[in-house]
């Protein structure tokens, strides 16, 4: 496992940007699958993006398409969480998540390292 540290979060109003970020420890970054989820209260945790261990593929949520970018810098062993045009419905707590067993995935189940969760909130 890999110790995850997300820092960005906060509060923006309706059409503003935030980014996230989710530093990795360990110098094994480029072998992890990883992720971005969000939970809203009294919704289930749900995957907005992902990335594979090489940066090559992707996963964008219908909801987040063209608005989320989703990046990793091998270098920095940072994956980054891009959030424009943001919308009331974004609102939520975001997780960072990495998987050691796959090389890309949307499935919670698989990820085996979690960050502490970023509030953000969008205010109309």
């Known amino acids: 496992q890999v110790q995850l540290v997300e820092s960005g979060g906060g509060l923006v109003q309706v059409g503003g940007s935030l980014r996230l970020s989710c530093a990795a420890s360990?110098?094994?970054?480029?072998?992890?699958?990883m992720g971005w989820f969000r939970q809203a209260p009294g919704k289930e945790r749900e995957c907005v993006v992902a990335?594979?261990?090489?940066?090559?593929?992707?996963f964008y949520a219908d909801s987040v398409k063209g608005r989320f970018t989703i990046s990793r810098d091998g270098a920095k062993n940072t994956v980054y969480l891009q959030m424009n045009s943001l919308k009331p419905e974004d609102t939520a707590v975001y997780y960072c998540?990495?998987?050691?067993?796959?090389?890309?995935?949307?499935?919670?189940?698989?990820?085996?390292?979690w960050g502490q969760g970023s509030q953000v909130t969008v205010s109309s």
């Open positions: 360990g110098r094994t970054f480029s072998r992890y699958a």
């Open positions: 998540a990495a998987s050691s067993t796959v090389v890309f995935t949307t499935q919670e189940a698989l990820y085996d390292s």
């Open positions: 990335i594979g261990r090489t940066g090559g593929s992707t």
